[in-house]
């Protein structure tokens, strides 16, 4: 394997795990703001002071 093709390989691989990686944050921040606003748990929220946001990812 030519030094080009192996880096465009890496590169491609990098790609998809930024790619992956956006997605799961994505999937983690909207189940977050779906658990933050469950009556029980909104309650516990305050009452403990707890930030359950997720800095730079808006809610959904």
């Known amino acids: 394997m030519a030094t080009s093709e192996f880096r465009n390989e890496l590169k ?4 998809k795990q930024q ?3 956006k997605e799961r ?3 983690i921040s909207c189940l977050m703001s779906v658990l933050k606003e ?3 748990i909104k309650k516990a929220i305050e009452q403990n002071g707890y930030d359950v946001d997720i ?4 809610d959904f």
């Open 19 to 21: 790619q992956r990686i």
């Open 38 to 40: 469950d009556p029980y």
């Open 55 to 58: 800095p730079g990812i808006p």
């Open 12 to 15: 491609d691989d990098y790609l």
């Open 25 to 27: 944050v994505d999937q």
